[in-house]
């Protein structure tokens, strides 16, 4: 999984403190997201990022398939 919130933040010209204020997230949460350093995703988070920055989910995330199988 890649999240593309980096991307969108520069193609907007967003700094993480406007986002921060906008979404009424903390900073230290929102830079997990945007250096891809989460463990599990949430969507309650990613729908208010998808409704702050008016994107689709599919624009702010990707899913990369994993070689190796859950169920080995």
Do not use: G, W
């Amino acid at each position: 999984m890649r999240i593309h919130l980096k991307e969108i933040l520069e193609e907007r010209d967003i700094s993480l403190n406007q986002l921060s204020f906008r979404a009424e997230m903390q900073r230290t949460q929102l830079r997990n997201y945007r250096d891809n350093k989460i463990q599990r995703l949430d969507i309650d988070i990613l729908k208010r990022l998808c409704y702050v920055l008016e994107c689709d989910l599919h624009d702010l995330i990707e899913y990369i398939p994993n070689d190796t199988p859950y169920n080995k």
